[in-house]
């Protein structure tokens, strides 16, 4: 267990009483090569038995569990007119898999209408395009009426297929992240692209690989 030492001098009288001169990283040795650290009066030691949690310990891993040269689970969900659709209809044809937020936001109301907008190119490369959030079926039609959106919006409630691709979360896990897959015709993802911020660059390297396979 970490132990907390304290000086027989009460807290306040070590504290400065002006602004320092220096920079504040020069006030302030909190980490050392050593096994304790000081701040000011504060003495911290660590004891060497602690142990230090790995990555794949921590929840919501942004290490993702579909990956270039992988066959993703499959899935059978709701569709913005309240069609069953499944990822095995899709066969022998590329599909662009785009995983998004929710309806309405600005980013993904950008991406959307980017992906409607370069919806004649995709045909042309033969490709199907497909977008999945949690929001259900009814906020799916709305949406993709208020935008003419011409491809296929599913709603997947409780974010499960999300979970069983590994879609990595996006600010600490509290945004659902903004991801998009290639799949080739026989079902084998060929590029996978993450970009919360520039939901743009999805419909640009999508387009670039489809042209090229």
């Given at each position: 267990m970490a132990t907390l030492g304290l000086p027989k001098h009460s807290?306040?009288?070590?504290?400065?009483?002006?602004?320092?001169?220096?920079?504040?990283?020069?006030?302030?040795?909190?980490l050392s090569k050593s096994s304790q650290s000081q701040f000011y009066g504060l003495q911290v030691s660590y004891s060497s038995s602690l142990p230090i949690p790995s990555f794949s310990s921590l929840k919501g891993s942004i290490f993702a569990k579909v990956n270039k040269g992988t066959v993703p689970p499959?899935?059978?969900?709701?569709?913005?007119?309240?069609?069953?659709?499944?990822?095995?209809?899709?066969?022998?044809?590329?599909?662009?898999?785009?995983?998004?937020?929710?309806?309405?936001?600005?980013?993904?109301?950008?991406?959307a209408c980017a992906f409607r907008d370069s919806y004649e190119k995709f045909k042309k490369a033969g490709a199907e395009v497909v977008g999945i959030s949690g929001d259900d079926s009814s906020s799916h039609k709305a949406f993709a009426k208020k935008y003419r959106l011409p491809f296929t919006l599913l709603s997947d409630e409780g974010n499960k297929v999300r979970k069983d691709w590994g879609v990595p979360a996006d600010l600490f896990g509290t945004l659902p992240g903004r991801q998009t897959y290639v799949l080739d015709k026989e079902g084998v993802v060929q590029l996978v692209y993450n970009n919360q911020f520039q939901p743009e660059k999805h419909i640009d390297e999508t387009l670039k690989l489809l042209q090229s396979l």
């Open positions: 807290i306040p009288s070590l504290l400065p009483t002006q602004s320092p001169t220096h920079p504040l990283s020069h006030n302030f040795p909190i499959s899935f059978t969900l709701k569709d913005q007119d309240g069609r069953t659709v499944s990822l095995s209809e899709f066969k022998g044809k590329p599909v662009v898999v785009y995983f998004y937020p929710a309806d309405e936001s600005p980013s993904c109301t950008k991406q």
